[in-house]
């Protein structure tokens, strides 16, 4: 950037940082807020980035920094709980989803924090209203893939493989499916002993023959498994 105070460049620079992954995006972020101070918006994608880029506490230093004005809004809330989770300060978190939600009480985001919250909570009542949010959340919004998800992860930590094989299922068919999904649905249909664990298996194995890499995955799996034949019919556990 010949000019470091233009801020167009320079927010476009922070864009095409975090597009890439490039570690230099937090400085072009902090750059982006030190040229507009004023402007929230920047300062909270400051703090996003962070989080993302697993810097807790550089996203904590930044929410610090936020006026008392942006301290009332949703997305303060929003930010502070998922810092407070990342330092499982769950009862804070718990705190700042709720009062994101009464400021926000349609914003998905939010309420798939707070499910989140409340699903990992030791209080039955609360765990059980996280794990009916969190379904909610499922079956229509955009949050349908990650409430899937996390789903799944809560069904095998309390080992419920027959209720983690049913969520499995209906992740399949999410665009966002990453062909670790797929192997993990494979592995769950090896534990319940799913009839269509071959017909599943040759379908990811025709869906990954164009990739090396993803084709070796699932050979390696195959061969962890026990599965032999041209199309990996399986031979089971």
Request: hydrophobic letters at 45%; charged letters at 25%.
């Amino acid at each position: 950037v010949s000019d470091p105070r233009n801020l167009e460049a320079v927010k476009m620079m922070a864009d095409l940082s975090e597009a890439v992954g490039s570690p230099q995006t937090l400085i072009w972020r902090r750059r982006v807020v030190d040229i507009a101070p004023d402007v929230f918006l920047y300062r909270v994608e400051w703090i996003k980035s962070a989080l993302k880029m697993g810097e807790v506490a550089l996203a904590a230093e930044g929410l610090a920094t936020i006026d008392e004005a942006g301290r009332r809004t949703g997305a303060f809330h929003h930010l502070a709980a998922s810092i407070a989770i990342a330092w499982s300060q769950m009862s804070e978190a718990e705190q700042h989803a709720i009062a994101a939600l009464k400021l926000e009480p349609e914003n998905d985001g939010y309420k798939f924090n707070l499910a989140l919250n409340w699903m990992q909570a030791a209080d039955e009542t609360r765990h059980q209203r996280g794990l009916e949010l969190m379904s909610t959340l499922s079956e229509h919004s955009e949050f349908r893939y990650r409430a899937l998800r996390a789903m799944i992860d809560e069904a095998l930590a309390e080992k419920k493989s027959a209720d983690a094989t049913k969520t499995s299922w209906s992740l399949q068919s999410e665009p966002q499916t990453t062909l670790e999904d797929r192997l993990r649905h494979l592995d769950l249909l090896v534990q319940v002993k799913d009839a269509r664990l071959d017909e599943f298996l040759r379908s990811v194995q025709i869906a990954v023959e164009a990739d090396a890499e993803a084709a070796l995955s699932v050979a390696l799996w195959m061969n962890k498994n026990g599965a032999v034949g041209p199309l990996g019919t399986s031979q089971g556990n």
